[in-house]
């Protein structure tokens, strides 16, 4: 039985062109980047040419403006710490309560080390209401770090909107996206509308690279201390030696994404449009969470009512299909998704979530598995809940109070 892989962002599978591109600086090429002998000169342009080639694709001014890291949790990491460090007089951070964990545990500790924080709520789909984000803004704010697009939803916030207002009210405030399920996905140029953008965040296996590859693209002009300190590497911003291979396939898939961006985003968005609906159509009591707002179009995250998703998440995986009920750094906490509590998901469906996502490598064929074994699935385990009465198919007329005692 041949596994359905439709768990992407968590995890992507390296592209077999990113593979190759990077077998020779694992061995012929193997030097240290920073060596002076002439035998590490190739290793050098490698990192040298990725840089160029990498602030091409997302519009940076500059290659010296993109910093290599271990991957998005330290970009992260590096902007919110950086910026902090640099820039001590200020105590007051804004973010949101959806962000992916590497953003919202880090602000939770600055506030637990005497910073302010303001964590924005989001509406029922999963949307950030402008006038409070802009309310929230004050005269000793000195960092906003608002993500790119929710990687349990989909969600897509409007980043050119919101670092377009931060720097009308006060243009010393500095912005951070952690864009890491963007970057490959949407279009992103920090000369253009992303101009107001001070840092911005993203990881390589997202988007068909391997894990351990990073980056965090930082504006000239932005204070950002050092995260990690020792030698000179990344011209003195971040010590290390810097990961040559994985660095060139970094490039090689942010190159292959470009080429291939339009069609593959036209497939998939039908790929995901096509199993919402069948979903929708064969399970009653589900629902599509954000599916009001703009989203990614590789993203469906599902609740399925009476049931828990951990469950489901098992039986797929007996079946060869695998997904998630959120993010990969939290899945291991029998805790209900913080994204979903956000956005008020009802307690009788919150803890029956799935994360479907997809990519380039997914198939019409993968679709067809998801939506045969699914709706089985769910109908099976409503079988065995006390909330479910199976006559009509229904929850029980008392589930709702049943579920609320229990829970």
Not at 42 to 67: F, S, T
Not at 378 to 399: E, H, I, Q, T
Request: glycine share 8%; hydrophobic share 40%.
């Amino acid at each position: 039985m041949d596994t359905v892989y439709a768990d992407n962002n968590a995890t992507t599978q390296v592209a077999p062109e990113v593979f190759e591109a990077m077998v020779p600086f694992l061995k012929q090429d193997y030097f240290n980047p920073s060596s002076m002998y002439e035998a590490a000169r190739g290793a050098g342009d490698a990192v040298a040419r990725a840089r160029e080639e990498i602030a091409g694709h997302i519009g940076a001014a500059h290659p010296k403006e993109v910093l290599f890291t271990s991957c998005a949790t330290e970009s992260n990491n590096t902007a919110i710490a950086g910026v902090a460090k640099a820039n001590p007089g200020r105590r007051h951070i804004v973010t949101t309560k959806v962000e992916h964990p590497a953003v919202l545990e880090v602000a939770k500790d600055f506030k637990r080390n005497g910073y302010e924080v303001t964590f924005l709520p989001v509406d029922g789909d999963g949307n950030l209401d402008v006038r409070t984000f802009v309310r929230a803004i004050r005269p000793e704010t000195l960092l906003v770090t608002i993500m790119h697009a929710n990687n349990e939803t989909g969600v897509i916030f409007p980043i050119e909107q919101l670092s377009r207002l931060t720097k009308e009210t006060d243009p010393s405030i500095v912005f951070h996206t952690d864009a890491t399920q963007t970057v490959s996905k949407l279009p992103i140029d920090l000369a253009g509308e992303y101009r107001h953008v001070d840092l911005l965040s993203f990881s390589g296996h997202k988007l068909h690279a391997p894990k351990g590859i990073g980056a965090l693209f930082i504006r000239r002009g932005t204070r950002c201390r050092p995260f990690m300190i020792g030698g000179h590497q990344e011209a003195g911003r971040r010590a290390g030696t810097e990961n040559v291979a994985f660095i060139v396939g970094l490039a090689k898939a942010l190159a292959l994404a470009a080429e291939s961006h339009d069609a593959d985003e036209a497939r998939i968005k039908k790929m995901r449009d096509r199993l919402e609906k069948t979903l929708g159509d064969t399970i009653p009591y589900v629902q599509v969470n954000g599916k009001g707002a703009p989203r990614l179009p590789n993203t469906s995250n599902v609740s399925c009512d009476y049931i828990e998703g951990e469950s489901m998440l098992f039986l797929m995986s007996d079946r060869g299909i695998c997904a998630s009920s959120g993010s990969a750094c939290t899945s291991g906490s029998l805790e209900p998704s913080h994204v979903l509590r956000a956005l008020n998901i009802p307690f009788t469906a919150v803890h029956g979530s799935v994360r479907f996502s997809l990519s380039r490598y997914n198939t019409d064929a993968d679709i067809d598995r998801i939506v045969d074994v699914f709706p089985g699935i769910v109908a099976n385990l409503r079988k065995l809940s006390p909330y479910w009465d199976n006559k009509s198919n229904a929850p029980r007329p008392d589930a709702i109070e049943l579920a609320r005692q229990s829970s």
